[in-house]
């Protein structure tokens, strides 16, 4: 696998752009649900029932203090989107474009405070720490690697929702 070099960054939080001030973003654990199946057989086998909760995201800002953020509108307790628009180049030297759009509930916003780095102050930083997401979907250079609704039950792990004819048959979109 050939490494990959962040070269830009653009993320939205509640419609706001930030950019350099973004310094750690931990994207949610998209993972399976299975369970076992043994009707009929001597053994068992693994059946997809599900999603397990897309937990496990945050954003780490620089420059924003709880007062700012509430000003944003981000609170704890509040539903956020998030859009982050990335740009690699890997060690080939092509370019890659990986775009994340989550929707979640925000459940903490620790301050950090500030801290002294060499001769230059940094400035104060707030945690963002997300819920169980509702929705996250994943793109790269323009393929769905996830595309999770749980909401409109939208499931999509890259070759199509599965759940399309199952909503359409009981009369849902």
């Known amino acids: 696998m050939t490494e990959r070099v962040l070269m830009s960054r653009s993320v939205l939080v509640g419609g706001y752009p930030l950019k ?43 420059d924003l203090s709880i007062g700012l953020a509430l000003t ?6 509040e539903k956020v989107t998030v859009t982050i628009m990335d740009s690699y180049q890997d060690s080939s030297g092509l370019p890659h474009v990986e775009q994340q759009v989550w929707y979640g509930e925000i459940m903490d916003m620790p301050d950090e405070g500030s801290k002294k780095v060499g001769d230059d102050s940094a400035m104060q930083s707030v945690s963002i720490n997300f819920a169980d997401l509702i929705s996250a979907k994943k793109l790269l250079d323009g393929k769905t690697i996830h595309n999770i609704n749980l909401d409109s039950d939208e499931i999509d792990f890259g070759q199509g929702d599965i759940l399309k004819l199952h909503r359409t048959a009981v009369g849902r979109p």
């Not at 973003?25 to 599900?50: D, E, M």
């Not at 944003?72 to 307790?77: F, K, Q, V």
Request: aromatic share 6%; no cysteine.
């Open 20 to 62: 350099n001030e973004i310094t750690e973003l931990t994207p949610p654990q998209i993972k399976k649900k299975y369970a076992s199946s043994t009707g009929g057989t001597f053994g068992s086998r693994p059946v997809l029932v599900g999603v397990e909760p897309m937990s496990g995201a945050s954003i780490k800002i620089n």
């Open 72 to 77: 944003y509108g981000l609170a704890m307790g």
